[in-house]
C-alpha cells in the first residue's frame, strides 16, 4: 500500500504549516525591521507556508499536491526524480538547490507580481528550513548531509524521536507550536505593534 506508505512516514501538512508561521514569527521578533508592503507581507506568509510543505514534494501524496489540480500526477512523476522520499530535498544540497530555483522563479514572477522578492524569497527558505528541522526530531530523521546516506535526528538515540503523525505530534508538539507563537507574540508585543503601525506601507 505505496499510499498508506507515504502518509505514514510524513508528518501532517498542519504541523508543517504551523512550524513554519512559528519560523516566521520568530524571524519578525528577532531581526531588525524592514519596510514591507501590506501585498508582500501577506504574499510573504501565504509564501512561507508553500516553503514549509515544499520539501516534501518528492512524495506523491504530499499536501502541497493535493492543493492543485492534476498535482498528485506531477508529484508522481517528481517523486522518482527526486529519489523518494527525505532525500535530496531534505538536505543543505536541498537548501541551497530550491533556494536557487525559488529565487529564478520568483524573480519572474516579480516582473508581474508588485511585491518585494527577496523579502518573499527570505519567507519561502524561512519555511522551507523549518520543514526539515521539524523532520529532524521525527523516527526517520533526516539526510541533512545527502548525498551521504546518514540521517540525522534529535535526539540522537531514534527511540526517543516521536513518530510521524501520531500522538506525540498531535497532542505535544502541535500545540506547543501554539504555545510557542503565543510566547513570541507576547514578548515581542511591542515590536509587532512597531511593525503593524509603522513599517507596512
Ligand atoms: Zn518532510
Same mark, same amino acid.
Given at each position: ?66 492543493? +492543485?489540480?492534476?498535482? $498528485?500526477?506531477?508529484?508522481?512523476? %517528481?517523486?522518482? &526524480?527526486? @529519489?523518494?522520499?527525505? #532525500? ?78 501520531? +500522538?506525540?505530534?498531535? $497532542?505535544?508538539?502541535?500545540?506547543? %507550536?501554539?504555545? &510557542?507563537? @503565543?510566547?513570541?507574540? #507576547? ?15
Amino acid at each position: 500500500m505505496p499510499h498508506l506508505f507515504c502518509y505514514t512516514i510524513s508528518m501532517t501538512g498542519r504541523t508543517h504549516d504551523l512550524a513554519a508561521f512559528t519560523a516566521l514569527s520568530y524571524v519578525v521578533a528577532t531581526q531588525p525591521l524592514h519596510q514591507v508592503t501590506l501585498a508582500t507581507g501577506i504574499v510573504s506568509i501565504m509564501v512561507t507556508l508553500v516553503g514549509g510543505l515544499t520539501p516534501d514534494i518528492d512524495q506523491p501524496t504530499a499536501d502541497l499536491w493535493r492543493k +492543485f489540480p492534476a498535482g $498528485s500526477l506531477v508529484g508522481r512523476i %517528481l517523486y522518482p &526524480l527526486l @529519489g523518494g522520499h527525505r #532525500y535530496i530535498s531534505h538536505s543543505i544540497l536541498g537548501i541551497v538547490l530550491f533556494g536557487l530555483l525559488s529565487k529564478l522563479l520568483l524573480a519572474k514572477i516579480g516582473q508581474v507580481l508588485l511585491v518585494d522578492i527577496n523579502v518573499v524569497w527570505a519567507a519561502f527558505m524561512i519555511g522551507f528550513i523549518s520543514h526539515l528541522i521539524m523532520d529532524t526530531i521525527t523516527h526517520e530523521g533526516v539526510p541533512w548531509l545527502f548525498p551521504i546516506p546518514f540521517r540525522f535526528g534529535f535526539p540522537p538515540l531514534k527511540i526517543l524521536r516521536m513518530k510521524t503523525g501520531g +500522538f506525540i505530534e498531535k $497532542s505535544v508538539i502541535f500545540p506547543g %507550536l501554539l504555545f &510557542l507563537n @503565543g510566547y513570541i507574540y #507576547y514578548h515581542n508585543y511591542t515590536k509587532f505593534l512597531d511593525f503593524f503601525k509603522h513599517y507596512i506601507k
